[in-house]
């Protein structure tokens, strides 16, 4: 699998997972709509945060419009635009009499991140005002899908409705930040990491000085939360920055966009991947990666060189 990190939108890599539909619904942007309300059609079964059970009615074709129906309410605060929602779900395409499922996160055991304000609008619309812990059932009409044209390279045919059912577990707006005091490092041959500030880059001043050969991380914020595990769907902020002239690479603070990764899958930077491996939700870590394990296609594209050594400062939100 290619590897996988968060710079700059123009140089962004944020390709669908492998085997997994759950961002390439993401990437349609459609216009149109249908109106609300009506009945979802169809019946769900089971504990909400459970793989859920799902019955068409038998021979009955989809109703027009979009419809949707909470199953099971959630607590916190409701998802806006623009958050990043993490939710396990399984997805169906409805066509006629004709129904089949197009994913199911629940057997995959890593739940979806979704981006909202860049899905098709009918997602969009399920997600909006969602809170976790709810369970959302969504009949979404063609128009407010892949309309007439489908998308065939993901299983979804021309005019399909689609049906979801989405368990959210949690949502990062883009102001999100790990809680906590920050420590100052002392070590004088380690980057300074100044004040995090939603909206704007994370103040780093890079030392003088040769950076560490071998991987190095630091705990800037002792986070409380559960330990890291490979294979976990982890939401992050981050900066990186380049070692040699402290020049910053791309940063969500900075984007206002949380971001996030599969720990353990190579969809990070080696280096990275190992330092998220182990550490615990709510920390804020500094990491400096040396070249041998900061290799990466888009290294090029940046105009960094063979022997450029990155640094990062990632707070680890959530590990799903």
Do not use: I
Not at 3 to 32: D, I, K, Q
Not at 84 to 100: E, I, M, P
């Amino acid at each position: 699998m290619r590897r996988r990190f968060l710079v700059p939108r123009s140089v962004s890599f944020r390709s669908p997972a492998a085997g997994s539909l759950a961002v390439a619904l993401a990437v349609g942007l459609l216009a149109g709509g249908c109106g609300g309300g009506g009945d979802v059609q169809v019946e769900v079964k089971g504990k909400a945060g459970a793989e859920p059970s799902v019955s068409f009615p038998k021979g009955g074709k989809p109703d027009a419009g979009y419809a949707e129906k909470s199953l099971h309410d959630g607590k916190g605060a409701p998802v806006r635009r623009g958050d990043l929602v993490v939710a396990d779900y399984v997805s169906y395409r409805w066509n006629g009499a004709k129904t089949r499922l197009l994913d199911d996160t629940y057997k995959a055991g890593v739940p979806a991140a979704f981006q909202t304000g860049k899905l098709v609008k009918g997602l969009d619309r399920a997600l909006a005002g969602a809170r976790p812990g709810e369970r959302v059932v969504a009949r979404v009409p063609p128009a407010d899908a892949y309309g007439a044209d489908g998308d065939p390279a993901h299983g979804v045919s021309a005019g399909d409705t689609l049906v979801y059912v989405l368990d959210v577990r949690a949502a990062f707006g883009k102001n999100a930040v790990v809680p906590g005091r920050q420590q100052t490092l002392d070590d004088p041959k380690l980057p300074k990491v100044g004040p995090v500030a939603p909206g704007r880059a994370a103040s780093v001043l890079m030392p003088q000085t040769a950076p560490p050969k071998a991987l190095t991380t630091q705990t800037l914020v002792d986070g409380g939360g559960p330990v890291v595990a490979s294979g976990q769907l982890v939401a992050m902020q981050y900066q990186m920055m380049n070692w040699r002239d402290g020049q910053v690479l791309g940063s969500s603070w900075q984007d206002g966009e949380v971001h996030w990764a599969v720990a353990g899958r190579q969809q990070l930077v080696a280096g990275l991947d190992q330092a998220l491996v182990g550490s615990r939700v709510g920390s804020r870590l500094l990491v400096v990666v040396p070249p041998a394990l900061g290799k990466a296609a888009w290294r090029s594209r940046l105009q960094l060189k063979p022997s450029d050594t990155l640094v990062f400062v990632v707070d680890v939100l959530g590990a799903y």
